[in-house]
């Protein structure tokens, strides 16, 4: 296991102090979702929205962030290699990071992963605390098994409970029993509840939520790191595109879609596909491509700096999402604010992204034809790329800075 490491840049402005008459909030953040030195872009929509609110001067936090155990940090292992890699602490951005192992058991880790990540958090927070750290409230991310884990240390230690579902937590794991009784046991006991659209609400109502107890809080763009480039023609030459391009941004996994893309090539002779990102299904996403006589078109890019997305985003004359499943995506903003539209499925918060022409098209599903009936339609009749840019700045980050502190200070002054 490493020691301790520090990333920190300043895109996000230094916090302010806050008013006289009002207390830092101390929060404690405990959340799987959440980058390290070895996996940079895991859950960073977690920690932006985080440093946004730190840097507002209102509030502080400790991040508790557990990875699964593993011994080895050999790269034969594959991916569970990186997390003997991460460091059990790290500084990111201002933030202390802490990472407890916990034992994520194969083909169990659904049903036993509240007790190992509650087990593991409850010691690195017992480890706080005897170090004199005080907190007013926990903010969790994710519903299950954080959530649970969360909740349990909330009644323990008598702190206040904030659960920010994010979309997978509220769609699909309830289709499993356990899951489900301990998602509903989070929905009843948590103080209140975080939704990052307003889709993701209605979900979180359908499983039982008092939807007073619910706030619609959407995610927002850092409007600074993704703009339009400065010379988008020198770009596309120096990346070496020419004619339509689409860029697909997500973990190589079944759900984003990816595959779904690839399959309306084909029917899009001399468009070109980006796509950034890594995990289990790059052979087959490879191996698809050149089964369909496409791959001289596809570019499997692999895992890009987070920041380095504003340049594919530029370049790219739309961002295709066609994930099954999503609470909020953050790239369909990010590629807007660079000046790209996107077409995305009917997932949730799609729609409430995509709610003008400017910004794109929301596809009825994500068949290859769909996708290739809505390319051919958007590239047809593109948006003035600085009218996109116009839509995404509607959606920067101090709004939900704002919910979130006048949500704690809600919990904070029922709990008195």
């Not at 192992?101 to 509650?118: E, F, I, K, T």
């Not at 937590?169 to 307003?198: C, F, H, K, N």
């Not at 051919?376 to 948006?383: D, I, M, N, Q, S």
């Amino acid at each position: 296991m490493s020691g301790e490491t520090s990333v920190d840049d300043a895109r996000v402005q230094p916090a302010r102090e806050p008013a006289a008459d009002a207390r830092v909030l101390r929060l404690l953040t405990l959340t799987t979702l959440y980058p390290n030195a070895r996996q940079p872009n895991h859950g960073v929509f977690v920690e932006n929205r985080l440093r946004h609110l730190v840097a507002s001067g209102a509030a502080q936090s400790e991040v508790v962030a557990p990875v699964p155990w593993f011994p080895a940090a050999s790269s034969i292992f594959g991916e569970w290699s990186r997390y003997a890699g991460v460091p059990a602490r790290e500084q990111r951005h201002g933030l202390t990071v802490h990472h407890p192992r916990y034992l994520a058991l194969p083909r169990l880790g659904m049903l036993s992963g509240p007790w190992m990540l509650h087990r593991a958090a409850r010691a690195a927070v017992l480890g706080l605390l005897r170090d004199g750290r005080r907190f007013d409230a926990i903010d969790a991310h994710y519903l299950y098994p954080d959530g649970v884990a969360a909740l349990w240390l909330a009644r323990e230690f008598g702190l206040p409970l904030v659960v920010t579902a994010r979309g997978s937590d509220t769609s699909l794991l309830p289709r499993y029993r356990l899951p489900r009784r301990l998602i509903g046991e989070v929905i009843a006991g948590a103080d209140a509840l975080i939704a990052v659209s307003q889709g993701l609400r209605e979900g979180l109502v359908d499983l039982g939520a008092d939807p007073a107890r619910v706030t619609v809080l959407r995610n927002g763009v850092d409007l600074e790191t993704f703009r339009p480039p400065a010379d988008r023609a020198a770009l596309r030459a120096e990346l070496g595109l020419e004619g339509p391009v689409l860029l697909s941004v997500g973990l190589l996994i079944a759900r984003k879609g990816h595959d779904q893309i690839i399959a309306a090539l084909p029917d899009l002779p001399g468009c070109t596909l980006l796509v950034a990102g890594e995990g289990p299904e790059r052979a087959a996403l490879d191996a698809l491509a050149r089964r369909l006589g496409v791959a001289d078109r596809v570019r499997l890019l692999g895992p890009q700096p987070h920041a380095a997305l504003a340049r594919l985003y530029g370049a790219a004359d739309a961002l295709v999402l066609a994930s099954l499943r999503e609470g909020w995506a953050n790239v369909l903003l990010e590629a807007m604010a660079c000046g790209t539209p996107a077409l995305a499925g009917p997932a949730w918060g799609s729609a409430e992204a995509i709610c003008t022409p400017e910004a794109g098209l929301v596809l009825d599903g994500v068949t290859p034809g769909a996708i290739a009936a809505g390319v051919r339609r958007l590239l047809a009749e593109p948006p003035d790329r600085a009218a996109t840019r116009r839509h995404a700045e509607g959606f920067g980050w101090g709004p939900t800075t704002e919910g979130q502190l006048t949500l704690f200070r809600r919990v904070l002054e029922h709990r008195r």
